[in-house]
T-cell receptor
Framework: RKEVEQDPGPFNVPEGATVAFNCTYS??????FFWYRQDCRKEPKLLMS???SGNEDGRFTAQLNRASQYISLLIRDSKLSDSATYLC????????????FGTGTKLQVIP | SQTIHQWPATLVQPVGSPLSLECTVE??????LYWYRQAAGRGLQLLFY??????ISSEVPQNLSASRPQDRQFILSSKKLLLSDSGFYLC??????????????FGAGSRLTVL
């Protein structure tokens, strides 16, 4: 089983739609969680951290379920500019704190 | 503020040639440094990480090596490139400790094509 798993997609959604991505992780010692966004042929950039209580940033909502070991990202009112690959990132609570990326979920917002 | 620089941005190299990619971080001290590779259409693969000068850990055995000659400098090298070394190489840093310690920031990447 992969340490961090994501549905690769692609998710093709119309503008204005709501879309949700899930990410599961295998190590219960994982401590910190993030969503990154990667545009085609660019470096990944931090989208938002994920807190235990859930957090929201504009149209984006992130949630963490430690019991089931998954995190989610919800995008409301999708824009064309949201088209990108969304990467789940998990940092473990050990030693140097290993950083593990999921393979990413590709989102294509269609006009 | 902190910035990360990575170069060259693009390079095309023949099989068997050497490689040197450089990464520097400004505005911080004692960062944790990382080299990742992303093959076309694939996820990020951690190659090396470093928690201090001269301290390098390898995640995947291969013909690449890394060095950290200075606190904020991280170099990825190869003596002889393989076709399979083609990919998008990303350097990243994060604080060793303190606020924001967990946030990972990437350089703009170096796109390598081995022919």
């Amino acid at each position: 089983r992969k340490e961090v798993e994501q549905d690769p997609g692609p998710f093709n959604v119309p503008e204005g739609a709501t879309v949700a991505f899930n990410c599961t992780y295998s190590n219960s010692a994982s401590q910190s969680f993030f969503w990154y966004r990667q545009d085609c042929r660019k470096e990944p950039k931090l989208l938002m951290s994920v807190y235990s209580s859930g957090n929201e940033d504009g149209r984006f909502t992130a949630q963490l379920n430690r019991a089931s070991q998954y995190i989610s990202l919800l995008i409301r009112d999708s824009k064309l500019s949201d088209s990108a690959t969304y990467l789940c990132v998990v940092i473990e609570n050990r030693g140097y704190q290993k950083v593990t990326f999921g393979t990413g979920t590709k989102l294509q917002v269609i006009p | 503020s902190q910035t990360i620089h990575q170069w060259p941005a693009t390079l095309v190299q023949p099989v068997g040639s050497p490689l040197s990619l450089e990464c520097t971080v400004e505005g911080t001290s004692n960062p944790n440094l990382y080299w990742y590779r992303q093959a076309a259409g694939r996820g990020l693969q951690l190659l090396f990480y470093s928690v201090g000068i001269g301290q390098i850990s390898s995640e995947v055995p291969q013909n690449l090596s890394a060095s950290r000659p200075q606190d904020r400098q991280f170099i990825l090298s190869s003596k002889k490139l393989l076709l399979s070394d083609s990919g998008f190489y990303l350097c990243a840093w994060r604080r060793g400790q303190g606020s924001g310690a967990n946030v990972l920031t990437f350089g703009a990447g170096s796109r390598l094509t081995v022919l």
